[in-house]
């Protein structure tokens, strides 16, 4: 049962004291789930190294629980705590204001079972015998910070709030697929300094994504507040990207030693604005990076210093936005799990991290809220829109190209990756879902032209309140990627044996691919809108003839050199442009194009010091301002997916098998780059490549290859030979 309490704080513990029932205890596990977030101890001590559990599921359908073996932590007499704080079930959600939108009260529900060597079994669950009280955290809110009195730490508890059962539905709880939230390494200050208003302002060096903690010792009843940001403007704080995101954290001291660490709440930061710090105590304290707990498989470096700090970018931007799920931005009043961002960019964060569990436990919410709408893919998931509205000037929701395509994209991106079928079989009636109802909403004309679209959002030289408002045609968009999608669905089905529904997806790919070309291409080759994203997807998407394709590369080529090579591509075109002109014989370009420095291109933040990927190609100006736009983040990994391209194309890895089984390593050197390497843990083990230019401009590579796995080695200018 969920216990819950009649009285509510902001933080409630709940108290549950047991004594063994038996003799040696061989085992004793502990399952537990809350509504909020929370954190359990045994006799003081953490059941877990996880923070933030149960993270954030679609609760309506799912809420997940953790497990964890507390053998160890058991004596005679014991004491079970649970610490509940807000969390994303009753804290502040969405860019539109509101909160609370699963409920208003936080509960637990843990199961402790402890097994006997003599064979007896104790089972220590909750329920109304349990005790609870107010905790020292008098306020906690993942956007507005948490406030922690370290004063009642001293107080006497008297475990007065009366505990309740709260009904719930326990068909809702379901194990993690994926990992929990733990915290990783800690980071000391670089510098602390004092802005032109007389701030004390400390720099941790990195924009990360977790909080500050410290010790400390002061007057009893001061307050030290800790307000975070991740850029400087005109030599302060810049929170105006926070929107109305407060990110501030407040510790109100005992007067004793205080150790304060606020892991009911985290921020996107790399700056700490201090206030209230006791004169006489120097400042001393460290951030805490907090992220699902993802192991690393890849890796990538080269001869450009400036490419290497892109390719740390994309991986901080990983980190940071990958906590419990795939999110936009960590920092400001949004922090959802867009779809379109991780359909685009999870080739490159397969490559980076172990995401098959992560991403496989964020696809069954997808497929919850997706069943729930009529095949509908939301734009966020978990989606807590449906709760808001639409955004504004946004119509209803409806199937949104690149957005919804994440229901067919990301499954067969894990499928590649890793060559694991069973996320296909699990997804697939999701997949199928989505393009029988993108079915429903083609014009007469077969194309996707009359719904609302993101298209070929935040093309840069679209105005910066609309970014919508793209170069590019949204039906070209649009069109093109449902392509894509019924191509893959059609393969998924042959794959898993489907043949009528291979064969329906195949003629409809086909029709759709007949309508793109009647609808939007010239017999001359030119594309509808005439213009690098919409040349890009139909090379990419492979709408166009082999004779057509070759034209249609030559003009990209042209555009992308009439734009000085500075990115002209929204979020549509951007992950896939390198690729289009690498495939039609434009690697020069598509070199020149990456190693733009001049706004925009990506690595224009690079050189204004960015550690992680921007949201705009400009989110901060030359002149050191921030971008004037509402939308400005500076933690956004969309934009990074250009890392798969550099992990392929200059590292040279690429699967010819899911799951890297057989492989195609084909470094192509440009850019001006003398040498590369690039590594990745496979399923059957590590793949390793290191390529070198030679005086005479030749290429000595370097491979190594797990046993079993086999390939094709392809250098320029040499004969393609069999690994």
Not at 104 to 127: C, F, H, K, N, P
Not at 676 to 696: C, F, N
Request: net charge negative; proline share 6%; glycine share 8%.
């Amino acid at each position: 049962m969920i216990t819950t309490v009649t009285e509510l704080g902001s933080a409630p513990v709940f108290r549950k004291e047991f004594s063994l029932s038996s003799g040696d205890v061989s085992r004793a596990t502990l399952r537990i789930s809350s509504l909020g977030v929370h954190e359990a101890r045994i006799n003081g001590k953490p059941v877990g190294p996880d923070v933030l559990s149960p993270g954030w599921t679609s609760y309506e359908h799912r809420l997940r629980y953790v497990t964890h073996d507390v053998t160890a932590l058991l004596g005679e007499s014991n004491t079970l705590t649970v610490l509940v704080g807000n969390g994303w079930y009753r804290g502040r959600l969405g860019f539109m204001g509101g909160r609370a939108f699963y409920g208003d009260r936080l509960g637990v529900i843990a199961a402790l079972e402890i097994d006997y060597a003599d064979g007896s079994t104790q089972v220590i669950a909750t329920d109304e015998t349990w005790s609870a009280d107010n905790s020292d955290v008098i306020a906690d809110d993942l956007y507005h910070g948490q406030t922690i009195d370290a004063r009642q730490r001293t107080e006497l508890r008297t475990w007065h709030l009366r505990t309740r059962e709260l009904d719930f539905d326990t068909s809702l709880l379901t194990p993690y697929i994926g990992p929990v939230v733990t915290r990783h390494e800690a980071i000391a200050p670089v510098s602390v300094s004092a802005s032109p208003s007389g701030r004390t302002l400390v720099d941790f060096g990195q924009n990360l994504v977790g909080w500050v903690r410290f010790t400390v010792t002061g007057p009893a009843g001061s307050e030290i507040r800790i307000r975070h940001a991740e850029v400087l403007e005109d030599g302060e704080l810049g929170t105006r990207p926070l929107r109305d995101a407060q990110a501030t954290d407040r510790f109100i001291l005992s007067g004793g030693s205080d150790f304060f660490e606020p892991t009911l709440t985290f921020h996107g930061f790399r700056y700490a604005e201090v206030s209230g710090w006791p004169a006489d105590v120097p400042l001393s304290l460290e951030a805490v990076v907090v992220h699902s707990d993802l192991r690393r498989t890849g890796d990538f470096a080269c001869s450009d210093e400036l490419l290497n700090q892109l390719h740390r970018n994309v991986v901080w931007s990983t980190r940071g936005n990958f906590l419990d799920l795939p999110t936009d931005c960590p920092q400001r009043n949004e922090r959802l799990g867009w779809t379109g961002d991780l359909a685009v960019f999870a080739p490159t964060a397969a490559y980076l991290f172990d995401t098959s569990a992560f991403l496989a436990d964020w696809l069954a919410d997808l497929a919850a809220e997706q069943s729930a709408a009529d095949g509908l893919v939301p734009f966020v998931i978990p989606d807590i829109l449906k709760y808001q509205g639409s955004p504004p000037d946004f119509p209803d929701p409806d199937s949104t190209a690149f957005w919804s395509d994440a229901a067919v994209w990301v499954p067969w991106t894990l499928w590649q990756a890793y060559g694991d079928r069973t996320i296909l079989e699990r997804q697939y009636p999701s997949m199928v879902a989505h393009v029988r109802r993108v079915g429903t909403l083609l014009s007469p004309s077969g194309v996707w032209d009359g719904s609302f679209q993101f298209g070929d959002w935040l093309d840069p030289d679209a105005p910066a309140d609309n970014p919508a408002k793209a170069k590019a045609d949204p039906g070209v968009v649009a069109t093109a990627a449902y392509h894509r999608s019924l191509l893959l669905v059609a393969a998924t089905a042959t794959l898993l044996g489907n043949t009528a529904d291979a064969d329906e997806f195949s003629a409809l790919a086909s029709r759709t691919r007949d309508a793109f070309h009647a609808a939007y291409v010239s017999a001359d080759g030119v594309v509808h809108s005439d213009c690098t994203t919409a040349y890009t997807l139909a090379i990419e998407f492979d709408l166009l003839d082999p004779s057509l394709r070759e034209t249609a590369g030559r003009r990209l080529a042209e555009l992308v050199a009439a734009s000085g090579y500075r990115v002209s591509t929204g979020f549509a075109g951007t992950p896939y442009i390198l690729d289009a002109l690498t495939r039609t014989g434009h690697l020069d370009a598509a070199y020149r194009l990456l190693t733009e420095r001049e706004c925009p291109s990506w690595l224009y933040p690079v050189t204004m010091g960015a550690t992680t990927i921007w949201e705009r190609w400009d989110s901060m100006l030359p002149d050191g301002s921030i971008n004037p736009g509402e939308m400005t983040s500076f933690n956004h990994y969309a934009l990074g997916a250009v890392a798969d391209w550099m992990h392929r194309t200059v590292g040279g890895i690429n699967a010819l098998a899911p799951g890297y089984a057989r492989v195609r390593i084909a470094p192509r050197p440009g850019g001006g780059l003398t040498w590369a390497r690039a590594g990745l843990d496979t399923p059957h083990g590590r793949i390793e490549v290191s390529w070198r230019l030679a005086g005479d401009g030749s290429v000595a590579a370097d491979v190594t290859l797990p046993e079993g796995v086999t390939g094709v080695l392809s250098l320029p200018g040499q004969p393609d030979r069999e690994l």
